[in-house]
T-cell receptor
Framework: AQKVTQTQTSISVMEKTTVTMDCVYE???????LFWYKQTASGEIVFLIR??????ENATVGHYSLNFQKPKSSIGLIITATQIEDSAVYFC????????????FGTGTTVSVSP | GGIITQTPKFLIGQEGQKLTLKCQQN?????MYWYRQDSGKGLRLIYY???????QKGDLSEGYDASREKKSSFSLTVTSAQKNEMAVFLC??????????????FGPGTRLLVL
């Protein structure tokens, strides 16, 4: 059965530092896609970055990057040079290639960035 | 680019009432989704539709009906609202191609409260 687990409930960091959050997934499919989304205080959910399982290189978009460790079924999100606006809940999600279109979400990690 | 619009923004209902939520997208995406988010939790899939008049059940479909009237719109009906129910319903859309790989984009949500 597919499952996505985010064990860190909340993280607090100072502005301009780097924050790393973990996500572990379970899947029987050999091909899958991993996503990170950000939910702001207003409730808006924004797509941040995606990792395709067949790609060896870690995805990077702006100040977001991923640490994809396939043997450990792990996909960490790294945010560098954090800003106050990065304070949000971050969700990890997975879609299996053979699993239809459904996204399976983790429970989220709340990040608080202080000045 | 495009946007997803959800109406209403807030919905207050009575126990046993049938309630309808609407979603419109102008991305020209093929697939649309309805998710439910309970406080402090991740998103869970209720229904999705890969094309007009298509419906696929998610894990949480019991107690809900959905309708894909046309490509740009997807409705969700709570068939009998449960007392003290409180949740956010999120609509999303996606399209499959080698670049997007069904990356889902979300609307702002409808907040439901049942008295």
């Amino acid at each position: 059965a597919q499952k996505v687990t985010q064990t860190q409930t909340s993280i607090s960091v100072m502005e301009k530092t780097t924050v790393t959050m973990d996500c572990v997934y379970e899947t029987q499919d050999s091909s899958y896609f991993l996503f990170w989304y950000k939910q702001t205080a207003s409730g808006e959910i924004v797509f941040l970055i995606r990792q395709d399982s067949y790609k060896k290189e870690n995805a990077t978009v702006g100040h977001y990057s991923l640490n994809f460790q396939k043997p450990k079924s792990s996909i960490g999100l790294i945010i560098t040079a954090t800003q106050i606006e990065d304070s949000a809940v971050y969700f990890c999600a997975m879609r299996e290639d053979q699993g239809g279109r459904a996204l399976i979400f983790g429970t989220g990690t709340t990040v608080s960035v202080s000045p | 680019g495009g946007i997803i619009t959800q109406t209403p923004k807030f919905l207050i209902g009575q126990e046993g009432q049938k309630l309808t939520l609407k979603c419109q997208q102008n991305f020209n995406h093929d697939t649309m989704y309805w998710y439910r988010q309970d406080s402090g939790k991740g998103l869970r899939l209720i229904y999705y539709s890969i094309t007009e008049n298509d419906l696929q059940k998610g894990d949480l479909s019991e107690g809900y009906d959905a309708s894909r009237e046309k490509k740009s719109s997807f409705s969700l009906t709570v068939t009998s609202a449960q007392k003290n129910e409180m949740a956010v319903f999120l609509c999303a859309s996606s399209t499959w191609d080698w670049v997007n790989q069904d990356t889902q984009y979300f609307g702002p949500g409808t907040r439901l409260l049942v008295l």
